[in-house]
């Protein structure tokens, strides 16, 4: 309660330091033939990946791996690698991409527009149960070189997540244009497809001047190379309700924190403040301006009166959709990258390109969670039991439920109305021979704690392995051996996992500089504030083009980013977790495959 609050524009410019910036790789002219195989001889330099080796000489990365043993333990300066020469005049038609922690052949055949069957035909030895760091063919048709302008039409070249409505969109024209030009052409468009515009169509809609832009040039945009700049300058708008500051009252002991508005989100700040510790040594500039934007703030008036925001290369905020609507309007006019950290509305990213939801919709959410059930279960039965839950949240899962058990071996599937059929409709649908896995969109503590009596008692019989809400730990009557018998798991948003080390160094910072424990704004201040600065500082502002192979190891969440039609990106991406021996686990990392019956008590 000893807290100062005070009204600010922060600046901070951190040190820069001398840092190994991204570089071409020069091909090795030597060659020789070991065996029946000619490989390049390659000397490896500062900074090198091997990542960045094999799209030096169009090879995958398992091509190296596999003709240099030793360097799956890491290179280093002046180590030689054995480059297998690519025979073939023609460009690979695959692209190489590594799968991030918590992706699955779904969501990556999803953000690639193709099919998971043809990834797996491309990647021979590999089945649906994908690993993190494993890297995988995708692929893509060649991309050509554009085409000059003639006959009254120029080219756009399909980049990954665009669709047809969105190309449709940028060029102020429809779909059926772009079908009358393009014969043949149909809504599942690939990664690096040409298709035609006309600009004639465009000369309704644009100057001259823009259409001699559309006409003379296609945008391509090098990750880490284009967009880079020297410094760059973040915006946070955060509802400290100054104007309520006057009503604290700092001899007060017994008062509360939560009793005073001022203090809603001030941890969120403050871990803001510990990620601009962290990154100051590492050779980034950066100005942050913080502003105090609530609920009550006259939204345009604020833009109006603020003219140094349209020098901002991202902002973070508002929290209140009231607000947010207004700037993210703003935003979009003046092409200024905004976040929203709390809501889960799809109005957030509607209709415009520069905006991020960092919470997963419905949707996503249940294809997370059903993709590591058809994963780590292969024909499981899952019963989808909800009671009086979000009409929106049950939909998303029988839809994603249909959408996923058309695969090969992995689940069957049914959704039960607890209102209408009660237990009976779960034990009707209980079955011996396989793993049930029973997810339970209810909510209410007198409820939950007779609903896992029932499956506590079925669970010697049945093999059982429950999902249910966040709000479930709150109630504190619910009996912990229960939860442990039913191998309870949990999806959120969130994930505090307390024996990660970076976990325990951030308490450790947290509470030496602020004496008191962070709560989870704390966290996501600092994850939000991390994910975006280093975003910016190995790509720029152009940093949206360039997540596909950007997931960083955040504190307590995940962003995987992914860009749907005529809207910004939203994080697909959802933590799971686990309860096991008293104790909570990550369950994408350490699934429980072993699910065993409860043996009964003796008398």
């Known amino acids: 309660m000893k807290r100062i609050i005070t009204y600010f524009i922060i600046t901070l410019v951190l040190a820069a330091t001398s840092i190994v910036s991204a570089q071409e790789i020069e091909k090795s002219t030597k060659t020789e033939f070991i065996g029946n195989t000619e490989y390049y001889i390659h000397t490896v330099t500062m900074g090198q ?35 297998p020469v690519n025979k073939s005049n023609e460009p690979k038609k695959f692209i190489s991409h590594v799968v991030a922690k918590g992706e699955t052949l779904y969501e990556i055949s999803f953000n690639y527009n193709v099919k998971v069957a043809d990834i797996l035909n491309i990647n021979p030895g590999i089945d649906e149960k994908i690993k993190p760091g494993q890297v995988l063919l995708i692929p893509v048709p060649e991309i050509k070189q554009p085409e000059k302008v003639q006959n009254n039409t120029s080219i756009h070249i399909v980049q990954k997540g665009e669709t047809l409505f969105s190309i449709a969109r940028q060029y102020s024209m429809n779909v059926e244009d772009l079908k009358k030009i393009n014969p043949g052409l149909t809504e599942s468009i690939q990664v690096g497809q040409q298709i035609k515009l006309s600009v004639g169509k465009v000369l309704e809609k644009h100057d001259i001047k823009e259409v001699a832009a559309i006409k003379d040039s296609i945008i391509k945009i090098e990750c880490g190379k284009t967009g880079l700049q020297n410094s760059y300058r973040i915006a946070l708008l955060i509802p400290f309700y100054l104007d309520k500051t006057y009503t604290i009252d700092t001899t007060d002991d017994d008062s509360k924190t939560t009793n005073y508005k001022s203090f809603s989100f001030i941890q969120f700040y403050e871990g803001v403040r510990i990620a601009l510790d962290s990154l100051e040594n590492s050779g980034l500039s950066l100005t942050v301006y913080v502003y105090d934007v609530n609920e009550g703030t006259d939204a345009q008036e604020f833009i109006d009166k603020k003219k140094e925001l349209k020098n901002m290369d991202l902002i973070i905020g508002p929290f209140f959709m009231s607000s947010y609507t207004v700037f993210a309007e703003w935003a979009k006019q003046n092409n200024v990258n905004i976040v929203n950290p709390f809501t889960k509305k799809g109005s957030a990213i509607l209709n415009n390109p520069n905006s991020f939801k960092l919470i997963a919709s419905d949707s996503s959410q249940a294809s997370k969670v059903l993709s590591f059930i058809s994963e780590t279960y292969p024909g499981c039965n899952v019963l989808i039991v909800h009671r009086n839950a979000d009409t929106s949240l049950v939909k998303a899962f029988e839809n994603n439920a249909a959408l996923l058990a058309q695969g090969k071996n992995t689940f069957t599937y ?33 409820f939950v704690s007779a609903y896992l009596r029932n499956l506590n008692e079925s669970a010697h019989t049945y093999k059982i392995l429950l999902f249910g809400q966040p709000s479930w730990e709150q109630y504190s009557s619910l009996d912990l051996e229960y939860l442990m018998n039913l191998n309870l798991h949990i999806f959120e948003s969130y994930f505090l996992d307390y024996s990660n080390a970076k976990t325990k160094d951030f308490i450790k910072k947290y509470r030496r500089r602020y004496n008191t424990d962070p709560n989870h704004y704390a966290f996501h201040g600092y994850d939000i504030m991390m994910y975006f600065s280093e975003a910016l500082k190995k790509f720029g502002r152009n940093f949206k083009e360039c997540l596909s192979n950007y997931n960083p190891e955040l504190l307590e969440t995940e962003f995987i980013f992914r860009k749907t039609d005529g809207v910004g990106y939203e994080n697909s991406s959802c933590m799971i977790y686990r309860y096991e021996n008293y104790k909570v686990v990550n369950a994408i990392l350490n699934p429980q495959k072993d699910i065993r019956l409860i043996e009964k008590k003796k008398p």
């Open 414 to 446: 049914h959704v039960i109305e607890y209102a209408k059929k009660g237990y009976a409709g779960i034990s009707g649908n209980l079955t011996g021979n396989s793993v049930n896995v029973i997810i339970t969109l209810a909510d209410g503590e007198a």
């Open 49 to 83: 990946t091997i990542y960045a080796i094999s799209k030096a000489y169009t090879v995958s990365m398992d091509e190296i791996l596999n003709a240099n043993p030793e360097a799956k333990k890491g290179i280093k300066t002046g180590s030689i690698l054995k480059i």
